[in-house]
């Protein structure tokens, strides 16, 4: 079974950059698509990004191209979010998943596996 463990969160001001990770503890990960979904209090969770198994292939949401960037290293069965240029609105938990096979997906029930989440707050 796939264990996801994100950190890199934390408080930060608006314009900074935070690097998040998300380790796998999962000997087949190099075969997983990955995504980043987050979700503010009160709100839906939705999608920030996805990553296909070779690292390839990314697809991003409209709100999020040009300041997050994903990124994996399947040497070290971890994935990691880049966000740039943090502004007030992206605060939120963060979540990490995962599925076996397929494409890239944006939809919450195409993944199989989650992390925990891990908090990221930006302060105006």
């Known amino acids: 079974q796939v264990q996801l463990v994100e950190s890199g969160g934390g408080l930060v001001q608006a314009g900074d950059s935070l690097r998040l990770s998300c380790a796998a503890s999962e000997t087949t990960f190099s075969n997983f698509n990955m995504g980043w979904f987050r979700q503010a209090p009160g709100k839906e969770r939705e999608f920030v990004a996805a990553?296909?198994?070779?690292?390839?292939?990314?697809y991003y949401a409209d709100s999020m191209k040009g300041r997050f960037t994903i990124s994996r290293d399947n040497a070290k069965n971890t994935v990691y979010l880049q966000m740039n240029s943090l502004k007030p609105e992206d605060t939120a938990v963060y979540y990490c998943?995962?599925?076996?096979?397929?494409?890239?997906?944006?939809?919450?029930?195409?993944?199989?596996?989650w992390g925990q989440g891990t908090q990221v707050t930006v302060s105006s």
């Open positions: 990553i296909r198994w070779s690292g390839r292939s990314t």
């Open positions: 998943a995962a599925r076996a096979g397929g494409s890239l997906y944006y939809t919450i029930r195409e993944y199989n596996y």
